[in-house]
Nanobody
Framework: QVQLVESGGGLVQPGGSLRLSCAAS????????MGWYRQAPGKERELVAA???????NYADSVKGRFTISRDNAKKTVYLEMNSLKPEDTAVYYC??????????WGRGTQVTVSS
């Protein structure tokens, strides 16, 4: 069992920055692919960024060049650095840990609001 706790969300002005963190429990954090997803009101949840156990990353086209995902296996934490934020980035951001369909865990989410 893995528990994920997100933090770092909040209200920020357009063009601003936020850093989300996701702290995980469990002894095999390093083996999980970690991802950040987001869900805006009335929309489906979508992948924002992911990082594999080997450190490979992928990003949604909408955030490429603005967001950076990273992980610290010693701290069992994954980060999402978000720069040049836009109002359309407003959503609840969820952390995900995945190895297989039987090892697939979600955090409760953290709200990010981009507004002037």
């Amino acid at each position: 069992q893995v528990q994920l706790v997100e933090s770092g969300g909040g209200l920020v002005q357009p063009g601003g920055s936020l850093r989300l963190s996701c702290a995980a429990s469990g002894s095999i954090f390093r083996l999980y692919t970690m991802g950040w997803y987001r869900q805006a009101p009335g929309k489906e949840r979508e992948l924002v960024a992911a990082i594999t156990s080997g450190g490979s990353t992928n990003y949604a086209d909408s955030v490429k060049g603005r967001f950076t995902i990273s992980r610290d296996n010693a701290k069992k934490t994954v980060y999402l650095e978000m720069n040049s934020l836009k109002p359309e980035d407003t959503a609840v951001y969820y952390c995900n840990a995945y190895i297989s369909s039987n090892l697939d865990y979600w955090g409760r989410g953290t709200q990010v609001t981009v507004s002037s």
